[in-house]
Nanobody, 124 residues
Framework: EVQLVESGGGLVQPGGSLRLSCVAS????????IGWFRQAPRTEREGVSC????????FYADSVKGRFTISSDNAKNTVYLQMNSLKPEDTAVYYC?????????????????WGQGTQVTVSS
């Protein structure tokens, strides 16, 4: 059974940090690109970041560049999203997803598997 399980969300004040984790199972982790997406109420799901399996290259949405960092621990089948300098507009449900191949990286339709999401709320 394929599973992607996110954790690490929560309530944080503006300027704070969180680290999200995505643990994968049920498929060959090393073959898949892993992306992070987010969706706020009444908005479309948007790509936040992606790490490409073939070469480890990383990609970020302009809105999070310089603040978020994606990384992977292939030995643990886990991808992390370190989020610093959080802003209220970062509030959303964050999802991790896996795709065997697809471009552009932030096109949700090309992803094969999805997690259930974890809530991130940035508020004072």
């Amino acid at each position: 059974e394929v599973q992607l399980v996110e954790s690490g969300g929560g309530l944080v004040q503006p300027g704070g940090s969180l680290r999200l984790s995505c643990v994968a199972s049920g498929f060959t982790f090393d073959d898949y690109d892993i992306g992070w997406f987010r969706q706020a109420p009444r908005t479309e799901r948007e790509g936040v970041s992606c790490i490409r399996s073939s070469d480890g290259r990383t990609f970020y949405a302009d809105s999070v560049k310089g603040r978020f960092t994606i990384s992977s621990d292939n030995a643990k089948n886990t991808v992390y999203l370190q989020m610093n300098s959080l802003k209220p507009e970062d509030t959303a449900v964050y999802y991790c997803a896996a795709q065997l191949t697809g471009w552009p990286w932030d096109r949700a339709a090309t992803y094969d598997y999805w997690g259930q999401g974890t809530q991130v709320t940035v508020s004072s």
